[in-house]
């Protein structure tokens, strides 16, 4: 694999989580960060040892030095700053919604197509092993056919309404930030695109975004799935499958480690069955090295969050907030 040169997009919280990321690959540099103003890069180069700071995104994108650039960006700032990178050559990893809705994420990757680069949606459990194994277990018929699927992603940040996660003037909310993630699942899991999908949530009045949510989801097959996500309450964030032969458990979907991860596979008729998964690498790190593997590909395969994976999971997210009736200020104009 290439040593690949990074850049991060954002001085923000989890562009640091990712910088240490990097810094755990085996493939990885960082080199750069951008960030709206000299104060917070330096602030940010200081703390994560980044050695170039820049005082704009525009800046990073023009140092020649960068390979790749990680889009830690609020999410109505993501079409835009790819197809910034992509038409300054840059490989791109952007942080997860890829869009603020389907539309916009079909447009852009129409426009993206015209430039040599690389991107993936950055669904860091993805491009785990846990992941990888799951989808070889299922689709190796280890529990029969998939008939049920659950998936929980919450927590409880309190009513922080100046984090852009509780604002919907940058299109934040709990489905956006990791209901999305238990979309993208349940699809992996079912293999297929939903053809219903039923929500309901409370959206608050100050944040004007989904705080708790819920949705149903269909699939062609006849399996059904429900998801939950929340950013107002803890809850047990993890995944269960029931086939027509068994069921699976994976405590611990969203951040597997680099040690031991678990998957419990109950096969009808016999005891519950542990099979260990060694991540081996920091999940970020993982991710990392992801990029720089496929990166001659322009896309990595499945179960990584490949071009068609994204367009999927943004449509699914359409219709759970068209059903609880979320609309962002950015789809107003």
């Known amino acids: 694999?290439?040593?690949?040169?990074?850049?991060?997009?954002?001085?923000?919280?989890?562009?640091?989580t990712f910088a240490r990321g990097i810094q755990a690959s085996q493939t990885g540099e960082l080199i750069a960060v951008g960030s709206r103003t000299q104060e917070n890069a330096e602030r940010f180069g200081e703390e994560f040892g980044v050695p170039r700071r820049y005082g704009s995104y525009e800046a990073?994108?023009?140092d020649p030095d960068v390979d790749v650039i990680h889009i830690s960006l609020p999410n109505n700032l993501h079409a835009e700053w790819t197809l910034k990178c992509a038409a300054a050559g840059k490989h791109i990893l952007c942080e997860k919604p890829f869009t603020v809705n389907h539309a916009e994420a079909v447009a852009t990757f129409e426009r993206?197509?015209?430039?040599p680069v690389f991107f993936m949606e950055a669904f860091m459990y993805r491009t785990h092993p846990q992941t990888a194994k799951l989808q070889e277990l299922i689709q190796g018929g280890a529990i029969g056919e998939v008939r049920l699927i659950q998936a929980n992603f919450c927590y409880n940040m309190g009513t922080k309404y100046e984090n852009i996660r509780m604002r919907n003037d940058v299109a934040?909310?709990?489905i956006m930030d990791v209901g999305c993630y238990t979309a993208s699942m349940?699809?992996?899991?079912?293999?297929?695109?939903?053809?219903?999908?039923?929500?309901?949530?409370?959206?608050g009045e100050v944040s004007r975004v989904d705080e708790q949510a819920t949705a149903s989801l269909k699939f062609p097959s006849g399996a059904v799935a429900n998801i939950a996500c929340a950013t107002q309450v803890g809850a047990d964030s993890e995944l269960r499958v029931w086939g027509s032969a068994?069921?699976?458990r994976v405590p611990n979907p969203w951040f597997p480690t680099?040690?031991?991860?678990?998957?419990?596979l109950h096969?009808?008729?016999?005891?519950?069955?542990?099979?260990?998964?060694?991540?081996?690498?920091?999940?970020?790190?993982?991710?990392?090295?992801t990029v720089a593997k496929y990166i001659d590909r322009r896309e990595a395969p499945s179960p990584c969050m490949t071009w068609n994976d994204t367009l999927g999971n943004m449509a699914t997210l359409d219709k759970w907030r068209e059903s609880i009736g979320l609309v962002f200020d950015v789809e107003r104009v």
């Open 1 to 16: 694999m290439a040593k690949l040169r990074w850049g991060i997009l954002g001085a923000g919280k989890f562009g640091g």
């Open 60 to 62: 990073l994108l023009a």
């Open 112 to 115: 993206l197509k015209e430039y």
């Open 172 to 174: 934040g909310g709990g």
């Open 186 to 203: 349940v699809r992996l899991v079912a293999g297929q695109e939903p053809i219903e999908v039923k929500g309901t949530a409370h959206i």
């Open 246 to 248: 068994g069921s699976i």
């Open 258 to 264: 680099e040690g031991e991860n678990r998957i419990i």
């Open 267 to 289: 096969k009808s008729g016999s005891d519950p069955q542990e099979i260990v998964v060694v991540g081996g690498t920091p999940l970020y790190g993982i991710e990392t090295d």
